[in-house]
């Protein structure tokens, strides 16, 4: 059995930063990209950033200059740095990754901008 087991959400006052991780756990022969999907209340899931396992990246216009993904191959873990947060970025953020070839989801977690 295959599952992503993410964390680091929580409360953060506009500007602050936040940092995301989601590392896979169980039978894993391999991992191709990596990423962050985000929904807030009423709105359909978006992309936040994705990150193949060389290394490319690519984020959502409204994170670029402010959120950074990478990832640690040897702990199959991806990461999400938040900075300048704004009250838009509030909502639940989901891990995704293809794992043995198959797309995997986290759980989720909650992700909260507000003074």
């Known amino acids: 059995q295959v599952q992503l087991v993410e964390s680091g959400g929580g409360l953060v006052q506009p500007g602050g930063s936040l940092r995301l991780s989601c590392t896979a756990a169980?039978?894993?022969?391999?991992?191709?990209?990596m990423g962050w999907y985000r929904q807030a209340p009423g709105k359909r899931r978006e992309l936040v950033a994705t990150?193949?396992?060389?290394?490319?990246?690519n984020y959502a216009d409204s994170v670029k200059a402010r959120f950074t993904i990478s990832r640690d191959s040897a702990k199959n873990t991806v990461y999400l740095q938040m900075n300048s947060l704004k009250p838009e970025d509030t909502a639940v953020y989901y891990c995704?990754?293809?794992?043995?070839?198959?797309?995997?989801w986290g759980q989720g977690t909650q992700v909260t901008v507000s003074s």
């Open positions: 169980g039978s894993i022969f391999s991992i191709n990209a």
């Open positions: 990150i193949t396992s060389g290394g490319r990246t």
């Open positions: 995704n990754a293809a794992i043995n070839q198959y797309a995997r």
